[in-house]
């Protein structure tokens, strides 16, 4: 029996034999495989070549190392640079997946940021459209019929630190102005204490009520004040997909604004997908048309002049109705808009609108779950809406990838095969089992017929 030793000293040497080498994740090796096959390091090298000084400085990190490890934080569901960082120098696995030997110091999460930072909006978009041209080439984009649908994205700022936009004081200050100015409040010759102003702010209950237009965060001038899925309030941004209801990849993602509608940006996000979706698939001639032409949202998307841009588009939607008290009156607007109203109405109310809406609540909701809640992106820990895009953008590029890794070894994630592997073999140990079983039955009933077939064949005692 060998004994653990508690002060280990480190070797002066070491063979290069002697190093362990890992067997690979078989997910990652795949997937990696698939990469190299669409040249995607030869890609994004030549894309970042611009952002990169020649002859100065140290050696950079490769731009395929950074993308990768930004891919490692969906697929292993880790939200901070800091844990991706750490993942990544742990793991003998994702050291092979991001081209780091394990002599080899991996980047730290200060160089992922350095790098995002230094990287503009539209380079982490052209990754992302060739991830999605790298789908079409499987058959995975057809981008006839899209869904939309929105979420919410905690921000990285505390409803705490928020200040007012017209005088910069914060929560507490406001509160005690407030208890100054009641006259049913007494406080002492020097003013309220910090513990008077919580006690007088929780007995105020409904008015305590904040708005985006009155206040703000100092840290994240981007994030505003919105309730979360859960019920809470919070500094968040709101999250905006373009699904392909056929194939179920992610077309078009934007970060905007939480306090933002979702109808006023149905337009530009089709816009979006439509350009992303004819670059993917090489269809970007005139005369080839339009490759999205029917889009489906919930009612939150609905708004007449929303509706007559997409007509005049070409595109055809199915958005319901929310309630209304009073009639529509057509007469102050332009003709387009009643005409554009009529149809989207007609459409909803048929069994193809029916059916189209039941996909989209499954496909869209299916993606926010992957990227949002598996995928560790529903609270960011990046500031700034240009920052959180392209981190996302990235995020949803790993998903869509996770499409194509379905599709070839029928799991999207290294989690999901490594659960579909232990179920393989919980399955075969069963099946084990079972046969194990039944040929026991069978020897046990072989010998009883060949113990009743020797009886049979011996002949009686003859009676005294």
């Known amino acids: 029996m060998g004994?653990?030793?508690?002060?280990m000293q480190e070797s002066l040497w070491v063979l290069s034999r002697?190093?362990?080498?890992?067997?690979?994740h078989p997910f990652y090796c795949e997937l990696n495989r698939r990469l190299a096959k669409a040249q995607f390091d030869r890609f994004v090298e030549e894309l970042c070549a611009p952002y990169y000084a020649e002859g100065m400085g140290r050696p950079g990190?490769?731009?395929g190392v950074y993308f990768r490890m930004l891919m490692v934080g969906y697929f292993e569901g880790i939200d901070s640079q800091r844990g991706i960082a750490w993942r990544c120098a742990d793991s003998l696995s994702l050291r092979e997946f991001v081209g780091y030997r394990i002599e080899e110091e991996t980047p730290d999460h200060s160089s992922l940021t350095r790098i995002r930072v230094r990287l503009p909006l539209a380079v982490h978009q052209e990754v992302f459209e060739f991830v999605l041209a790298v789908l079409a080439h499987a058959?995975?984009?057809?981008g006839k019929t899209v869904g939309m649908d929105a979420t919410t994205l905690e921000a990285n700022a505390a409803m705490k630190s928020i200040v007012r936009k017209d005088t910069g004081e914060g929560w507490t200050e406001y509160v005690k102005g407030l208890m100054e100015e009641d006259e049913k409040v007494q406080s002492g010759p020097e003013g309220p204490t910090d513990e008077e102003a919580r006690r007088y702010d929780r007995r105020r209950g409904s008015a305590k009520k904040v708005s985006n237009k009155d206040w703000e965060s100092p840290s994240d001038a981007d994030a505003r004040i919105t309730k979360m899925k859960d019920g809470r309030t919070r500094l968040a941004y709101k999250a905006e997909h373009v699904v392909d209801l056929e194939t179920e990849a992610v077309l078009a993602a934007e970060i905007e604004h939480a306090d933002e509608g979702d109808a006023e940006g149905l337009a530009d996000r089709l816009d979006q997908a439509e350009q992303s979706a004819a670059k993917a698939l090489d269809t970007g001639k005139e005369e080839q048309g339009r490759t999205v032409?029917?889009?489906?949202?919930?009612?939150?998307?609905h708004k007449a002049q929303t509706l007559a841009e997409c007509a005049r588009a070409g595109v055809r939607t199915y958005v319901p109705e929310p309630g209304a008290k009073h009639r529509r009156r057509w007469t102050d607007k332009p003709p387009g808009w009643q005409r554009a109203f009529r149809g989207n109405r007609r459409r909803v109310l048929g069994e193809r609108g029916k059916r189209l809406q039941r996909r989209r609540s499954e496909v869209v909701e299916r993606t926010f779950a992957h990227i949002c809640e598996s995928g560790a992106a529903r609270r960011t820990w990046i500031r700034g809406i240009p920052e959180v895009r392209k981190r996302y953008l990235i995020q949803v590029a790993a998903h869509n990838l996770g499409i194509l890794m379905r599709k070839v070894c029928g799991r999207g994630k290294p989690k999901a095969l490594a659960g579909a592997l232990w179920a393989v073999s919980r399955a075969w140990a069963a099946a084990r089992t079972s046969v194990g079983r039944l040929l026991g039955a069978l020897r046990l009933f072989c010998h009883q017929i060949q113990f009743q077939h020797r009886s049979f064949l011996q002949p009686e005692p003859f009676a005294s």
């Not at 004994?3 to 002060?7: F, P």
């Not at 058959?139 to 057809?142: A, M, N, R, T, Y």
């Open 61 to 63: 990190i490769p731009p």
């Open 18 to 24: 002697d190093i362990p080498q890992a067997p690979g």
């Open 139 to 142: 058959g995975l984009v057809k």
């Open 293 to 301: 032409k029917e889009a489906v949202a919930d009612k939150g998307y």
């Open 3 to 7: 004994h653990r030793d508690c002060q």
